[in-house]
């Protein structure tokens, strides 16, 4: 596999957030980049500002569309060399008795059926050329249980899980597949994350973001930017022995929330 400056990157929900962040740090490396978005207009937004890179709009649950998107996007780059399978939703905050089973599919269809999508792609093009690298987004929340948490938390051991798999797939055609695996990350989706634990536990936000921060031995929030280091290290010759990894990126959960 070549460096960041000769690497094509595919990254799914790179409208904001850590999408957003890995899309520009793969660019500032002097990779070209392709990222899709639910909201097109955000995807095509990150895009302008970065050098021949492409946004487009797709839903990672509809098969359609992401065929659609990942054609483009290996049209566009002439290849693949990189992918980040990067989108999630946090799903429903309330204890399982509480859940209803529409909200339930709803957060694995994007978590778990969107990585697939994107990772089956993947597989398809880089087992084939005998070298690559595939990274996904999944959370601490795939490696503790969290309460009033159990579609994403769900979702995530399921993504590890599909990593762990299709590492040992891939791992004797040259392909590396890990995952990253973030704590609570500053940001929107996060904030409307600790809104809706904050209701479903009786407690202020405040106190929410605070047991975050205190649940981790550095007690403090990390950023998309660190993720996106993490993911550009993991794409890099330096991890060409890294593969099969869950790795956490949250300054050490000693507990959840």
């Known amino acids: 596999m070549t460096g960041p400056a000769g690497q094509r990157v595919v990254i799914t ?3 904001g957030g850590i999408g957003a962040a890995m899309a520009r740090r793969f660019a500032a490396a002097g990779a070209r980049v392709a990222l899709c978005d639910i909201d097109g207009d955000a995807a095509r937004a990150v895009a302008a500002d970065l050098p021949g890179a492409m946004g487009q709009g797709a839903d990672v649950t509809d098969e359609a569309q992401m065929a659609a998107f990942l054609d483009a996007a290996e049209a566009h780059l002439g290849g693949v060399d990189v992918l980040c399978a990067n989108a999630g ?115 202020t936000e405040e106190a929410v973001r605070a047991l975050y921060a205190e649940g981790t031995s550095m007690r403090r929030w990390i950023t998309a930017e660190d993720v996106a280091e993490t993911a550009l290290f993991l794409a890099s010759p330096a991890a060409r022995h890294v593969s099969g990894q869950a790795i956490a990126v949250d300054g050490h959960t000693e507990r959840m929330t």
């Open 13 to 15: 929900a790179g409208g």
């Open 89 to 203: 939703t946090g799903g429903p905050v309330a204890p399982m008795a509480e859940i209803a089973l529409a909200d339930w599919k709803a957060c694995l269809a994007v978590n778990l059926d969107g990585a697939f999508l994107a990772c089956r792609w993947a597989a398809q093009r880089m087992g084939g050329q005998g070298a690559g690298a595939i990274i996904m987004t999944a959370s601490t929340s795939g490696l503790y249980g969290v309460p009033t948490r159990s579609p994403y938390v769900a979702a995530k051991w399921g993504v590890i899980g599909m990593m762990k798999t299709l590492a040992m797939e891939l791992g004797p055609k040259g392909v590396r597949v890990n995952a990253i695996c973030p704590g609570a990350v500053e940001g929107p989706r996060m904030d409307r994350v600790v809104s809706a634990e904050a209701r479903a536990r009786d407690m």
